[in-house]
Nanobody, 127 residues
Framework: VQLVESGGGVVQAGDSLRLSCTVF????????VGWFRQAPGKEREFLAA??????GARYVDSNRFSISRDNAKNVVSLQMDSLKPEDTAVYYC???????????????????????WGRGTQVTVPS
């Protein structure tokens, strides 16, 4: 299984950006997919995850982030709006099998909940 992020780049404050996570080797309907980011000198932080126990998604900021899926292309995307300089970071997608244990655990905000990770894509918002 391989996860590959794309769509990062340099954008201006206030712009929007759509990141994609292409999944190889497993159908995304079998997965809980999370998005994280890590800024220089900071810990990796949770942003969003979907296909949770109720089939829905959770966000740290639902006003600016949203997840969508393209099952035909096996891609999970993160739409980010109103970007700020503090959004500058490497963005990662991660995945865990959507098992009953995973759904009940509720640990989707934790790094160790996921056992599949991409290599990340850089997003830079100059101040």
């Amino acid at each position: 299984v391989q996860l590959v992020e794309s769509g990062g780049g340099v954008v201006q404050a206030g712009d929007s950006l759509r990141l994609s996570c292409t999944v190889f080797g497993i159908d995304i309907y079998r997965l809980i997919v999370g998005w994280f980011r890590q800024a220089p000198g900071k810990e990796r932080e949770f942003l969003a995850a979907d296909k949770l126990r109720d089939g829905g998604a959770r966000y740290v900021d639902s006003n600016r982030f949203s997840i969508s899926r393209d099952n035909a292309k096996n891609v999970v995307s993160l739409q980010m709006d109103s970007l700020k300089p503090e959004d500058t970071a490497v963005y990662y997608c991660a995945a865990a099998l959507r098992t009953s244990d995973a759904l009940v655990s509720g640990g989707y905000q934790n790094n160790n909940f996921y056992d599949m990770w991409g290599r990340g894509t850089q997003v830079t918002v100059p101040s």
